[in-house]
């Protein structure tokens, strides 16, 4: 009785991107005023940009921070990579 084996067993798997959803949108939330959550995702002009707008406005610049905190946690998984990360969508 011969056996076979699945194909599958000795290819590696694809290598699976990191989705940083979480880590972004924690950060979002709590330190949006500061644009951490952009330089996390790799925008580094938006987080400089978040940076100053927040400096200008005193601080009241940091919502926008907050609901795109948000919008990262509703988002699912593959929704969140596919618009954020591999899109690279900068703002909301």
Same mark, same amino acid.
């Given at each position: 009785? #011969? /056996?076979?084996?699945? #194909?599958a067993w000795n290819t590696p798997a694809a290598p699976r991107q990191e989705n940083k959803k979480v880590l972004a949108g924690v950060l979002a939330l709590v330190f949006g005023y500061l644009g951490i959550h952009k330089f996390i995702l790799g925008? /580094?002009?938006e987080g400089i940009i978040q940076l100053v707008i927040s400096i200008v406005t005193c601080g009241l610049g940091g919502i926008i921070g907050f609901i795109e905190g948000i919008i990262y946690l509703t988002k699912s998984d593959e929704d969140f990579y596919q618009t954020y990360q591999v899109g690279k969508k900068g703002w909301f």
């Amino acid at each position: 009785m #011969e /056996t076979t084996k699945p #194909e599958a067993w000795n290819t590696p798997a694809a290598p699976r991107q990191e989705n940083k959803k979480v880590l972004a949108g924690v950060l979002a939330l709590v330190f949006g005023y500061l644009g951490i959550h952009k330089f996390i995702l790799g925008y /580094t002009q938006e987080g400089i940009i978040q940076l100053v707008i927040s400096i200008v406005t005193c601080g009241l610049g940091g919502i926008i921070g907050f609901i795109e905190g948000i919008i990262y946690l509703t988002k699912s998984d593959e929704d969140f990579y596919q618009t954020y990360q591999v899109g690279k969508k900068g703002w909301f």
